[in-house]
């Protein structure tokens, strides 16, 4: 009895010829592995668990549903995904190759919630196309062959987007509006020289706020006639030079709020009246606004 008893200790303490079999991970050619017993393939499938992880970015919300546009990427390249409420799974909607970042700048159109604009290149690169994507059909189309940089800007009452395009010699971004469902309504407002971008419109539809954006340290804003394409500085040159981003005019369209670092070099929120420009800080000294990173 007192044998038996023994034998079946060894057998516990012994590993078992599963155990023993088990795989283990290759040394790399270029490490020198001195008193270390080979590693388990199983801690290292394990351990996977830990060090694998995706990043989902925040893009747009959705104007009238707590829905959101979000950028993810569960293979090789992100996509646009839409969650369609809190705690809900997220439901791809593109399928590109190339795939799609944050840089695709995804925005609603106001008069037309099921319908979103976004800029993507098949063919890579800075400059990209404007591309409509319809949620009731689950579709991507082509709406404009563009070489646009910047966010697209939706009209405050939809329909109507304007965009920067280099399309005209490569160079200068001109700015264009037009009509999301009707690519025919397409129309270059004037022809600029230097780098434009939209940056808001007013209330009434009727004029533009651009952005000339010369280095990240040095931009100029401007009121632009939709009509016209006539443009009229908020920012003159000859004076300090300052960066001017996210500018936005006011409800009622008297006035434009922006977010400058001049006067200090910290990044606060300005203002001026559109009738007679004269920049004044809203937020005080010291007072530091997040987000300029995050500025085009």
């Known amino acids: ?65 707590r ?68 949620l009731s059909t689950g579709e991507a189309s082509l709406v404009s062959e563009s070489k ?30 037009m009509q999301l469902s009707d690519p025919q309504t397409k129309r270059r407002l004037a022809e600029f020289d230097g780098p434009y971008g939209p940056e808001d419109w007013s209330p009434d539809g009727q004029t533009l706020l651009a952005n000339e954006v010369l280095s990240n340290g040095e931009t100029y804003l401007w009121r632009v006639d939709v009509k016209t394409g006539a443009k009229t500085t908020l920012t003159p040159r000859g004076g300090e030079k300052a960066a001017f981003f996210n500018a936005r005019f006011s409800a009622d369209g008297k006035k434009v709020y922006a977010l400058s670092d001049r006067s200090d070099g910290d990044w606060r929120i300005w203002r001026c009246d559109v009738a007679n420009c004269s920049w004044t800080a809203v937020t005080g000294e010291g007072v530091i606004v997040n987000g300029a990173n995050d500025l085009p």
């Open 67 to 134: 829905h959101m546009l979000i950028s993810t990427a569960l293979g090789p390249v992100p996509q646009l995904h839409l969650v369609d409420g809190p705690g809900r799974d997220r439901r791809q909607l593109t399928w590109f190759t190339r795939g799609i970042s944050g840089t695709s700048s995804p925005s609603f159109d106001p008069a037309d919630p099921n319908t979103f604009v976004f800029l993507y290149e098949p063919a890579g690169g800075e400059l990209r196309s404007l591309y409509r994507y319809n």
């Open 148 to 177: 646009t940089r910047y966010a697209p800007v939706w009209a405050r009452q939809g329909k109507w987007i304007a965009f920067d395009s280099a399309e005209r010699n490569g160079k200068d971004r001109d700015l264009y509006v």
């Open 1 to 65: 009895m007192r044998h038996f008893a023994c034998a079946a200790t060894l057998l516990v303490l012994l590993p078992s010829a599963g155990a023993a079999q088990e795989k283990t991970i290759a040394t790399p050619p270029s490490i020198t592995v001195e008193g270390i017993p080979p590693i388990p393939q199983s801690i290292v499938d394990g351990l996977a668990r830990y060090a694998q992880f995706r990043q989902a970015q925040l893009l747009a919300w959705h104007p009238t549903k």
